[in-house]
């Protein structure tokens, strides 16, 4: 019988990357670099490496609607041939939260561990965590279980792939994550028999702020998204004495899906406590619970994608599929 295997597939960012006159950009010497590095840490855990690179690599701040999916067919793909017991994927910082959290739902059924790395130094800088955060990640992703959530693993912790973020920008310890999974997910919905998608949606957050007006929420759908995440204060509120507000808004949710998150850390949207709440609701904002804004956007698009619309994917946005509310209120 063969060794049990880890896929290990690179899609660039500062881990992949060296110093040039231009600034940090893709080392062209990585892949090899990149052997070496897993091969020390496969070895004393009777692993069999298999690597792979997404190309070209890309700085993550280049991430966009399609490069999430994207990865995701690779890896399922890579998965059904080889069969790895677990998977890691590198990527940069910048959006790593972002593509992990629709990893979490794209790859939530693969019944193999992902687990989602990628380092705040480059991998020949002085002090680099590229190879402590490869060993975690290689490491949690061959001993998880196999129905295991989506992970990141990163600066000495693993966190829930669905509910983190990136906290620091300098620090080593650059993700956080301020609340646990939800409890009792109800796993991912079939996709509609007759759906027809033309994908990837590209979702789209707007954040109020005291300076906000109805022409700046109107301009927040000018770019015509497929879905919307409003970023509210504590609880789901917004300015909804503006003149023209909950008009605007109630135009805005007839023509796409509109999720109201909290800008806070931690608590979570609640529209029934406050007027303003009611009066979004009202307008036709779906509640968006405790979801981080990662996982709202990952999880929007992701329900789009797969064909959901109207009532069936407002009640989809409410509902713990993967362990992406926290609080885990709704059944
Ligand atoms: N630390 C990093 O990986 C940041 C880099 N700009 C990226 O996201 O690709």
């Known amino acids: 019988m063969s060794a049990p295997s880890v896929l290990v ?11 040039t006159e231009q600034g940090l950009a893709p080392d062209p010497d990585f ?65 790593l939260a972002y593509t992990a959290a629709r990893l979490a739902f794209e790859l939530g059924d693969l019944g193999v561990p992902v687990v989602v790395t990628g380092s705040q130094l480059a991998h020949g800088a002085a002090g680099t965590d590229a190879r402590d955060n490869l060993t975690l990640a290689i490491r949690a992703a061959v001993k998880a279980a196999p129905g295991s959530p989506v992970a990141i693993a990163f600066g000495g912790a693993l966190l829930p ?18 609340a646990p999974l939800g409890a009792d997910p109800a796993g991912l919905p079939a996709p509609p028999a007759d759906a027809i998608v033309s994908g990837p949606a590209r979702i789209l957050t707007f954040r109020f ?15 015509r998204p497929d879905g919307l995440v409003l970023e509210c204060y504590g609880s789901g509120n ?21 999720i109201a998150i909290t800008q806070c850390a931690t608590g979570g949207v609640d529209l029934a406590r406050y007027a303003v709440g009611q009066e979004l609701a009202g307008a036709g904002v779906i509640d968006g619970s405790d979801l981080t ?16 619309r109207g009532a069936e994917l407002r009640q989809l946005v409410e509902r713990n599929l993967v362990g992406e509310c926290a609080g885990a209120a709704r059944p």
């Open 9 to 19: 597939f690179a899609t660039g960012g500062t881990i992949g990357m060296r110093a």
């Open 293 to 308: 804004v990662e996982a709202a956007i990952a999880k929007l698009g992701y329900l789009l994608d797969r064909g959901f």
């Open 238 to 258: 917004a300015p909804m004495a503006r003149l023209g507000m909950p008009a605007a808004l109630r135009e805005i949710c007839a023509a796409l899906p509109v």
């Open 31 to 95: 892949p090899e670099i990149l052997e070496q590095l897993v091969g020390v840490i496969c070895a004393p855990l009777g692993i069999a490496p298999r690597i792979n690179h997404l190309l070209p690599p890309i700085d993550s701040a280049n991430a966009d609607s399609d490069t999430a999916p994207k990865i995701a067919r690779a890896i399922r793909a890579r998965v059904r041939t080889h069969r790895p017991r677990g998977v890691v994927i590198l990527h940069g910082t910048d959006t």
């Open 161 to 178: 792939a669905v509910r983190a973020t990136k906290h620091d920008s300098r620090a080593l310890t650059a993700f956080r994550a301020e």
């Open 209 to 223: 702020v005291p300076g906000v007006t109805v022409d700046a929420v109107r301009a927040a759908v000018g770019g």
